[in-house]
């Protein structure tokens, strides 16, 4: 444990302490969300049943496309998602999909959505994974011209399967924030209540499916940039297996091994009943590995939970709020009910998660840094820019000015226990690893708050190690939706399993949905009768 890191940790969590309290005093919730009400009831029917639709000839991929245009339409001026669409592009594709699906016979018509597995469907994109032909920006000033050559290869295998995409989605400067709030556009909201942010780095991709304005949307998860954002608007969120899904084409990106294991792509969605399909897709050739064709019985899944970390690396981390806390009994109960064996996990193997996480971060070598000087004093130099940045005169945004004086400071630890902890990597994926073995999930929180009010994120990111720490050892998690606490924020956790066995955690995710109905609605439906050919 590094003592200058942890008295900055405990320092920052005191502040967020006061801070938080002084904001809940005086900054009260100001009655309900203004996300306008789904009408069109095409917009509450997840994938797999749009999919069944599409095969009995009931549904045309132009319906769905122009449901999911005119509800993005409705809900953009109060989310500040979206960088740029392509509703025209999209449209024709998807008359080209009506097309091929019409002047195919019926005895074909299985072959033809066996290849094409997302055949007309609609789906959005976190700018940073790249969109051929669309904005590259990646919420940098200096990016700002930038016009994306060639697809990312998580969108390749979406686009592949026939998928359509609609647009491509807001991210903080360089992916380097907890919250969306690029320098290039203004801050993306959260559906929930407008005065917090909608988590980062995929926070629009958490609003725009949180909104219901996204079927599913392709998001990139280094450090909990998709489980952040999951948590902070109620929707589902899966991090696979570190090397699993490729986010080559990715900006920022390294190529480097430790890079290809840490991060990775994946799916952000209202329905976790969608996450197996969206993951056979997006892992491309490497799906095979994950065998999400498999069953999995639910009582055959041990559970292990744990409210935090222990010991003084828990006293350290801000306490997880009661209402998140619940949220893991109520699974547990229902888990439990359901034949599965609890146990509450002892989490002392963890107890250097903050100092692992950092090191392992600060050793990818290709990793491009915000600000690129030959200033041989370039923490002054981010010092600098910094206070320029408190009082609008830099071209960077703070948090990401923070991020990179972080890795320049060596996350203030001596280098060679850099190199000490890059070690400690391996066998403490070993050992938590053997504990889950090939039959075992972890329930955890995902943070130990819910949605942050905006710019108050760097006070929180002292504990990103929530999710940064399972990124580092590869593990997949979910984050699973769980209701809205007193003041009508999401609230969920996170479920972690062994290398390879995403499985494990998407049928508890789907489970669980079942039970607790997942992604709860903003605003209250006001559906419009449905076309009577459209009936299951």
């Given at each position: 444990?590094?003592?200058?890191?942890?008295?900055?940790?405990?320092?920052?969590?005191?502040?967020?302490?006061?801070?938080?309290?002084?904001?809940?005093?005086?900054?009260?919730?100001?009655?309900?969300?203004?996300?306008?009400?789904?009408?069109?009831?095409?917009?509450?029917?997840?994938?797999?049943?749009?999919?069944?639709?599409?095969?009995?000839?009931?549904?045309?991929?132009?319906?769905?496309?122009?449901?999911?245009?005119?509800?993005?339409?409705?809900?953009?001026?109060?989310?500040?998602?979206?960088?740029?669409?392509?509703?025209?592009?999209?449209?024709?594709?998807?008359?080209?999909?009506?097309?091929?699906?019409?002047?195919?016979?019926?005895?074909?018509?299985?072959?033809?959505?066996?290849?094409?597995?997302l055949l007309g469907i609609p789906f959005t994109v976190k700018e940073s994974c790249g969109?051929?032909?669309?904005?590259?920006?990646?919420?940098?000033?200096?990016?700002?011209?930038?016009?994306?050559?060639?697809?990312?290869?998580?969108?390749?295998?979406?686009?592949?399967?026939?998928?359509?995409?609609?647009?491509?989605?807001?991210?903080?400067?360089?992916?380097?924030?907890?919250?969306?709030?690029?320098?290039?556009?203004?801050?993306?909201?959260?559906?929930?209540?407008?005065?917090?942010?909608?988590?980062?780095?995929?926070?629009?991709?958490?609003?725009?499916?949180?909104?219901?304005?996204?079927?599913?949307?392709?998001?990139?998860?280094?450090?909990?940039?998709?489980?952040?954002?999951?948590?902070?608007?109620?929707?589902?969120?899966?991090?696979?297996?570190?090397?699993?899904?490729?986010?080559?084409?990715?900006?920022?990106?390294?190529?480097?091994?430790?890079?290809?294991?840490?991060?990775?792509?994946?799916?952000?969605?209202?329905?976790?009943?969608?996450?197996?399909?969206?993951?056979?897709?997006?892992?491309?050739?490497?799906?095979?590995?994950?065998?999400?064709?498999?069953?999995?019985?639910?009582?055959?899944?041990?559970?292990?939970?744990?409210?935090?970390?222990?010991?003084?690396?828990?006293?350290?981390?801000?306490?997880?709020?009661?209402?998140?806390?619940?949220?893991?009994?109520?699974?547990?109960?229902?888990?439990?009910?359901?034949?599965?064996?609890?146990?509450?996990?002892?989490?002392?193997?963890?107890?250097?998660?903050?100092?692992?996480?950092?090191?392992?971060?600060?050793?990818?070598?290709?990793?491009?840094?915000?600000?690129?000087?030959?200033?041989?004093?370039?923490?002054?130099?981010?010092?600098?820019?910094?206070?320029?940045?408190?009082?609008?005169?830099?071209?960077?945004?703070?948090?990401?000015?923070?991020?990179?004086?972080?890795?320049?400071?060596?996350?203030?630890?001596?280098?060679?226990?850099?190199?000490?902890?890059?070690?400690?990597?391996?066998?403490?994926?070993?050992?938590?690893?053997?504990?889950?073995?090939?039959?075992?999930?972890?329930?955890?929180?995902?943070?130990?708050?819910?949605?942050?009010?905006?710019?108050?994120?760097?006070?929180?990111?002292?504990?990103?190690?929530?999710?940064?720490?399972?990124?580092?050892?590869?593990?997949?998690?979910?984050?699973?939706?769980?209701?809205?606490?007193?003041?009508?924020?999401?609230?969920?956790?996170?479920?972690?399993?062994?290398?390879?066995?995403?499985?494990?955690?998407?049928?508890?995710?789907?489970?669980?949905?079942?039970?607790?109905?997942?992604?709860?609605?903003?605003?209250?439906?006001?559906?419009?009768?449905?076309?009577?050919?459209?009936?299951?």
């Open positions: 444990m590094e003592i200058t890191l942890r008295i900055l940790q405990l320092i920052f969590k005191c502040i967020y302490v006061v801070v938080y309290s002084i904001l809940n005093t005086f900054l009260k919730r100001k009655g309900p969300p203004t996300i306008p009400p789904i009408r069109n009831q095409l917009i509450t029917f997840p994938l797999v049943d749009v999919i069944k639709l599409m095969r009995q000839r009931k549904l045309k991929s132009q319906d769905l496309v122009k449901a999911y245009i005119e509800r993005i339409k409705e809900v953009e001026p109060h989310i500040n998602a979206v960088v740029q669409d392509r509703f025209e592009s999209a449209l024709e594709d998807a008359k080209r999909a009506d097309g091929l699906i019409a002047k195919t016979t019926d005895s074909n018509l299985p072959a033809l959505f066996n290849r094409y597995t969109l051929k032909g669309m904005p590259f920006r990646v919420g940098s000033r200096q990016r700002a011209h930038m016009i994306c050559s060639e697809n990312g290869e998580v969108v390749s295998n979406v686009i592949a399967a026939g998928g359509i995409p609609l647009l491509v989605s807001i991210t903080p400067e360089y992916c380097f924030s907890m919250e969306t709030n690029p320098a290039t556009q203004k801050s993306c909201l959260n559906v929930y209540d407008s005065r917090r942010t909608a988590g980062g780095s995929s926070g629009g991709e958490g609003a725009l499916n949180g909104a219901g304005a996204s079927l599913f949307g392709i998001g990139s998860d280094i450090g909990g940039s998709i489980r952040i954002p999951s948590l902070f608007n109620g929707v589902f969120g899966h991090k696979p297996t570190g090397g699993v899904v490729s986010v080559a084409g990715h900006f920022p990106y390294s190529g480097e091994e430790n890079g290809k294991q840490y991060f990775q792509g994946g799916p952000i969605t209202r329905f976790g009943r969608d996450l197996g399909l969206l993951m056979q897709v997006m892992a491309g050739k490497n799906a095979q590995k994950l065998d999400l064709l498999t069953p999995v019985v639910t009582k055959d899944v041990k559970i292990f939970y744990s409210m935090g970390f222990d010991g003084l690396n828990g006293l350290l981390h801000k306490s997880t709020e009661q209402d998140i806390q619940f949220s893991i009994l109520l699974a547990l109960k229902f888990l439990k009910n359901h034949g599965c064996k609890i146990e509450l996990a002892s989490m002392k193997m963890f107890k250097d998660s903050m100092e692992i996480s950092i090191a392992g971060l600060l050793m990818l070598k290709e990793f491009p840094y915000l600000i690129q000087s030959e200033n041989p004093n370039k923490v002054r130099q981010h010092l600098l820019e910094l206070c320029k940045s408190l009082i609008g005169k830099s071209e960077y945004t703070k948090e990401a000015i923070i991020f990179d004086l972080f890795r320049i400071a060596n996350g203030f630890m001596p280098a060679a226990n850099v190199k000490k902890y890059k070690r400690e990597i391996q066998i403490l994926k070993n050992k938590f690893t053997k504990m889950l073995g090939n039959d075992s999930v972890l329930l955890f929180p995902t943070l130990p708050m819910p949605a942050l009010h905006h710019n108050t994120s760097a006070l929180a990111l002292w504990n990103i190690d929530y999710t940064m720490i399972f990124n580092i050892i590869g593990l997949p998690c979910t984050h699973i939706p769980m209701g809205l606490n007193k003041d009508g924020l999401p609230v969920g956790f996170q479920v972690i399993a062994a290398p390879y066995k995403d499985r494990l955690c998407i049928q508890i995710a789907a489970e669980l949905e079942a039970a607790f109905s997942g992604w709860t609605v903003p605003t209250p439906h006001e559906l419009e009768p449905l076309d009577d050919s459209i009936r299951f």
